[in-house]
């Protein structure tokens, strides 16, 4: 029964743990401006200091 249970929270920690490192990957480079502009990050979406396009995050 230990076993089973292990086994499913594992799966849940797993997904979890992609999602947190999607998230953490957020030093996206502007659309607008190209390569070496980097987006600001924010709590819920990436900002372009420079010409201000702002992408928000994916949630659900
Ligand atoms: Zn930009």
Sequence with gaps: M??????????????YKIEGDALKRTKREC???GKGVFMAEHKDRLTCGKCGFTEFHKTK
């Excluded at 230990?2 to 997904?15: A, I, L, P, R, Y």
């Design 2 to 15: 230990t076993g089973k249970k292990e086994k499913k929270e594992k799966s849940v920690s797993q997904f």
């Design 31 to 33: 659309p607008r401006c």
